[in-house]
Nanobody, 125 residues
Framework: QVQLVESGGGSVQAGGSLLLSCAIS????????MGWFRQSPGKEREGVAA???????RYADSVKGRVRISKDNAKNTLFLQMNTLKPDDTAVYYC???????????????????WGQGTQVTVSS
């Protein structure tokens, strides 16, 4: 089992930045694959970014170039640095984990076992 707690969400103006954090506890062997997902009203949950055991990363086309996922293993924390935010980035952001995943499926939410409760990001114009 693994527990995930997101933080860092908030309300920002378009063009601003946010750093989301996900504190990881429990069985650290269950988070070799981790990702950030988001869901906004009227839309299905989508993968934003993922990082796998070797440090490989994947990004959704909608955020590529504006977002960076990273993991601080010493602090057992996952991060999502979001820059040049747009109103379309408004959503509840979730971090998720599973013991392993292929790079090809790293952004597939159905493959993840453990989820945080989310943190709200609101970007106004």
């Amino acid at each position: 089992q693994v527990q995930l707690v997101e933080s860092g969400g908030g309300s920002v103006q378009a063009g601003g930045s946010l750093l989301l954090s996900c504190a990881i506890s429990g069985n650290t062997g269950s988070n070799n694959c981790m990702g950030w997902f988001r869901q906004s009203p009227g839309k299905e949950r989508e993968g934003v970014a993922a990082i796998i055991i070797a440090g490989w990363t994947r990004y959704a086309d909608s955020v590529k170039g504006r977002v960076r996922i990273s993991k601080d293993n010493a602090k057992n924390t996952l991060f999502l640095q979001m820059n040049t935010l747009k109103p379309d980035d408004t959503a509840v952001y979730y971090c998720a984990a599973r013991p392993s995943c292929s790079a090809a499926r790293a952004l597939e939410e159905s493959d993840y076992n453990f989820w945080g409760q989310g943190t709200q990001v609101t970007v106004s114009s």
